[in-house]
């Protein structure tokens, strides 16, 4: 194995949700907090509506380009974990695009093996809001 694992995934019904919300509302972008609003799930905005702190982590980008950030210090407890955004029937409470749709946006994860996290490691931290403008 050599190349770099992403950090961040979609499922298929996700990544479906995910353009949907795109066709109706232009460019988008999900920000995953440390427990803010509805726990610790992630929140989809209109790209721009949701301010990134120079300290918050690009995680990677899903489909049609939509960057995925986390909060630093979220980061620090889940930098060995791949983060899949996956979508589940429900409401939740937060200010997540999704929500008025009847589904919520969920994270599941997994831990990297230690040949993933070598890699990882290899590649260098993350880009950082910073890094970008913000």
Known sequence: MSEVPP???ATPEAESW????????????FHQ????????APMCFVAGEFRVGGQDVLL?????NT?????AAQFEYWR??????????????GM????????RFFIRSRVFSDA???????????PRGRAFGE
Do not use: F, K, Y
Request: proline letters at 6%; one cysteine or more.
């Open 116 to 126: 993933e996290n070598a890699l990882l490691e290899a590649a260098g931290e993350p």
């Open 18 to 29: 995910i353009e949907r919300l795109r066709e109706r509302h232009g460019d988008l972008m």
């Open 96 to 103: 997540s695009l999704e929500a008025p749709e009847g589904v």
């Open 67 to 71: 960057p995925v950030w986390i909060g």
């Open 7 to 9: 950090r961040i995934r």
């Open 80 to 93: 060995h974990t791949q983060v899949t955004i996956d979508v589940v029937p429900g409401r939740g409470s």
């Open 33 to 40: 907090s440390g427990g803010c609003c509805d726990g610790s």
């Open 60 to 64: 990677g980008t899903l489909t049609g």
